[in-house]
């Protein structure tokens, strides 16, 4: 069936250098991406969406990249704080209102 | 900020019992979904209730589960005779109905173990 998954499950930086986090997707039909971050013992917390008619999306020194042509969205971080340790999902819907089908998660482990 | 609550934050239980965990979703919310995510794996889509029905469930959502909203305020999921793999965290969220805010908004969870 459809699927969204990550390609890596730990990325370690160091504080202050920028992240990149990658995600592929094979649901063509997909029009909406987010990205969570989970903090443990919490619930997923929304990060930045994008939309699937647009390829770049900026928020407050994080970036989501969508590549439709080859099914693949990236979040990056820039400045890479401890407070960015999490795990990382990227989720995707079909339609308005519809259910989130999540990717495993990605660990990003911030070094001081 | 308004925030989608949980309670309990945690649930212990004995195989076959009967558990209800409780939501309170953001109050101008009107989709409202729960989640499930089985400790280090992947958060899974349950079900999603708008206009007091079902609009959306999964294959693990399946007769021992049931949804409620008996009041205006709280959104509820029932599994009516736990099992052993039933144990996980559990999650609800909400989003708006209007179109460019749908964004789902989670709460913090509820950990059921079953022993």
């Known amino acids: 069936g459809e699927s969204v998954g990550l390609h890596l499950p730990t990325l370690s930086v160091q504080e202050g250098d920028n992240s990149i986090i990658n995600c592929a997707y094979s649901n063509s039909a997909s029009d909406y991406f987010i990205w969570y971050k989970q903090e443990s013992g919490k619930g997923p917390q929304f990060i930045i969406d994008i939309r699937s008619n647009m390829d770049k999306r900026q928020g407050q020194r994080v970036t989501v990249l969508l590549n439709k042509t080859v099914k693949h969205l990236s979040l990056q971080i820039a400045a890479t704080q401890p407070g960015d340790s999490a795990v990382y999902f990227c989720?995707?819907?079909?339609?308005?209102?519809?259910?989130?089908?999540f990717g495993k998660g990605i660990t990003l482990s911030v070094r001081p | 900020e308004p925030e989608v609550t949980q309670t309990p934050s945690h649930q212990v239980t004995q195989m076959g019992q009967e558990v209800i965990l409780r939501c309170v979703p953001i109050s101008n919310h009107l989709y409202f979904y729960w989640y499930r995510q089985i400790l280090g794996q992947k958060v899974e889509f349950l079900v999603s209730f708008y206009n007091n029905e079902i609009s959306e469930k999964s294959e693990i959502f399946d007769d021992q589960f049931s949804v409620e909203r008996p009041d205006g305020s709280n959104f509820t999921l029932k599994i009516r005779s736990t099992k052993l793999e039933d144990s996980a965290m559990y999650f609800c969220?909400?989003?708006?109905?209007?179109?460019?805010?749908?964004?789902?908004?989670f709460g913090p969870g509820t950990r059921l173990l079953v022993l």
């Open positions: 969220a909400s989003s708006d109905r209007l179109a460019g805010q749908e964004t789902q908004y």
């Open positions: 989720a995707e819907q079909g339609g308005a209102n519809s259910k989130l089908t």
